[in-house]
């Protein structure tokens, strides 16, 4: 079985889950998940978890996707992209630095609310459900930060620009937004996504690449390992004769460590009362993610992986 992450470059009309459902034909291997969900008409890079790697679903760090999206500007349509049913058409008035100074108001913190053709799940039953049953229902805002902005091109009605932007952001629900700060109304007509986690375009793989690395036997340079994700954190190993503790998956302290090996720059001391470290066995095996509790010298399992 194969462990580690592999980016994808998933194609247009591909949904998340299909790519997972054809990469466990490809390798052969049923224990496969995705993480960071791109939406069907959507295409970029795609973090695909392999093996004990599937833990790490719901905790990769994605604070720094990007995208390139193209925003048609006086079209409303009920999905808020360009595949849904068109709701309202407007003419766009606003001149090019109009737009270009709405756009930008959008950097920072703003709450945003989230789509009704969206997976969050309202009452057990996902939003996207409801909208195929022709229900609309009221959404909470949530927070969402716009880190950067980069406008690429204005050719009215259509804008392409990049966007850094938090987990939890819809780059639908910014086009949106935008287009109805400017009165004119607006929907998302392609979306990129160029970054996640880390990763970028340059080392993603089609799906015809995955099955050409596997043939030739090149695809092990394109795993990525559990512990490289997380170059930030100390690593610990544990001494020989305490490794039943991790083997069991129990908590231990620092009279249980053999050695600290910490990253380039880390200043000892500077750390918070809580911060989570790697910690192998003395033979450099990754056991899992630990919390270090600093203030009662403890370290807790946070992801097992062994």
Not at 138 to 149: A, G, Q
Not at 276 to 281: H, N, P
């Amino acid at each position: 079985m194969i462990n580690g992450v592999i980016s994808i470059r998933k194609e247009k009309g591909w949904t998340s889950f299909d790519v997972v459902a054809k990469l466990r034909g490809i390798l052969k291997q049923k224990k496969i998940g995705h993480t960071g969900t791109l939406d069907p008409d959507a295409e970029g890079v795609l973090l695909v978890c392999l093996g004990k790697a599937t833990k790490l679903c719901d905790i990769l760090p994605d604070k720094d996707k990007e995208y390139e999206a193209t925003l048609l500007l006086g079209v409303d349509t009920d999905t808020e992209d360009i595949s849904g049913k068109v709701l309202n058409t407007k003419d766009v008035i606003s001149t090019k630095e109009e737009v270009e100074k709405m756009i930008m108001s959008f950097l920072g913190e703003s709450m945003q609310i989230p789509p009704m053709y969206s997976a969050i799940k309202v009452n057990g039953k996902k939003l996207y459900e409801l909208a195929r049953e022709g229900k609309v229902i009221e959404r909470e805002p949530r927070k969402i930060i716009i880190y950067r902005i980069e406008i690429i091109s204005i050719e009215l009605p259509r804008v392409v620009f990049k966007v850094e932007c938090s987990k939890g952001t819809y780059i639908r629900s910014l086009c949106r937004d935008i287009g109805n700060a400017l009165g004119c109304g607006g929907c998302m007509e392609h979306l990129l996504r160029s970054r996640a986690c880390g990763f970028d375009l340059s080392t993603a793989l089609s799906l015809e690449e995955v099955e050409e690395a596997r043939d030739n036997g090149s695809l092990e340079k394109y795993i990525i390992s559990i512990d490289s994700l997380y170059p930030e954190f100390p690593k610990i190993l544990i001494k020989e004769v305490d490794k039943k503790l991790i083997d069991n998956g129990n908590k231990f302290t620092s009279i249980h460590i053999e050695k600290t090996i910490y990253p380039t720059d880390y200043i000892v001391g500077k750390e918070e009362n809580s911060q989570k470290v790697l910690v192998y066995d003395h033979e450099g095996n990754l056991y899992g993610i630990y919390s270090h509790f600093i203030d009662i010298d403890e370290y807790k399992p946070y992801k097992m992986f062994i």
